[in-house]
């Protein structure tokens, strides 16, 4: 076997968490082909298939995810040295990547990231929408903000920030008998908000709207296009007059908002000034919120 080259980690690295040549060679800067000349090294040299593809997505091997973990924790001693030696740990300065769900991302953390850029001119923060829970063990994110406790990474620091707490929205233009409900896809129906929404709909014989969507970005946007009426965080619904609350005062659903931090990233002032805005942005969301 060959020495292995230590640069072939980074696009071990790249492809696990992207779970794609594509997606990889976006993360790095390079072509695709690249990616696959360098994995196909990295195989060559290690004697062994890291990679196999399960469901259109590329997932490590038992050897590959073995590699995988040693190159985290090679990616993070070095991250470690870098700051240690550059100071980085001490400066809100750089990169920090966010992830929550996009109807989060949209109308709490957008609005209050004014605030945050003016605070730290030399912070860049990298904010994805996504209704998937991204992982923090992988590196696709630095810290996230969850609407549920997590069970899953363990390793991760994880604290309850707040909640949502969920009413029934429909145009205020319609009366709320002529909506039909709209509701999240199979795929989803294990959401609170699905299993009470079909609960309701079942009990009072009415019907379901023709179109189900995947998240509630999308579900906002349907209830405002007059499609429908349905579970919405109050403190979004209540800030949008063309909305009307429908639910006489009920709180039919409530989700926990859990902030979650990889451990080896807590004392970096960057990351810690992140937490510390998402902290306050959701405080402020909810003093917002109408009783």
């Known amino acids: 076997m060959r020495e292995l ?19 990889a060679a976006r993360r790095l800067g390079v072509n695709e ?10 195989e060559r040299r290690l004697g062994a ?37 550059a100071g980085a740990d001490q400066t809100v300065a750089g990169t920090v990547r966010v992830t929550s769900v996009p109807i989060v991302v949209n109308h709490v953390l957008l609005p209050a990231l004014p605030a945050l850029i003016e605070a730290h001119p030399q912070l860049h923060l990298e904010l994805i929408a996504e209704p998937r829970d991204l992982s923090l063990t992988r590196r696709e994110a ?7 406790r997590p069970t899953r990474e363990t390793r991760a620091f994880a604290r309850r920030v707040g909640r949502l707490d969920y009413a029934v929205y429909g145009l205020a ?34 019907a379901l709207a023709q179109v189900r969507v995947s998240d ?6 349907s209830v405002k296009a007059g499609l429908g009426r349905s579970l919405l965080p109050v403190a979004i619904g209540a800030q949008d007059p063309t909305l009307v609350r429908q639910d006489e005062g ?10 979650m931090v990889h451990p080896e990233l807590r004392k970096l002032a960057r990351v810690g000034a992140v937490a510390d805005w998402l902290t306050s942005a959701i405080a402020g969301m909810q003093d917002a919120t109408p009783a």
Do not use: C, H
Not at 9 to 20: D, K, T, Y
Not at 33 to 42: E, G, L, M, P
Not at 250 to 259: A, D, G, K, M, N
């Open 5 to 23: 080259d230590w640069d072939d980690l980074r696009f071990v690295l790249a492809v696990a968490r992207e779970a794609s040549l594509a997606g």
């Open 33 to 42: 082909s690249t990616v696959a000349r360098r994995i196909a090294q990295a």
């Open 49 to 85: 298939r890291l990679f196999e593809r399960l469901r259109g997505n590329l997932q490590p091997t038992e050897g590959g995810a073995i590699v995988v973990a040693g190159a985290e924790r090679i990616e993070l001693e070095a991250q470690a040295l870098e700051r240690r030696v």
């Open 142 to 148: 630095d810290l996230a903000l969850r609407l549920a």
């Open 173 to 206: 233009s319609r009366r709320p008998d002529t909506l039909p409900w709209i509701t999240y896809e199979d795929s989803m129906s294990d959401l609170p908000q699905a299993r009470w929404i079909a609960d309701t709909a079942s009990r009072e014989a009415q």
């Open 216 to 221: 509630a970005e999308t579900l906002l946007q």
């Open 250 to 259: 009920l709180i039919p659903v409530t989700r926990e908002l859990w902030l």
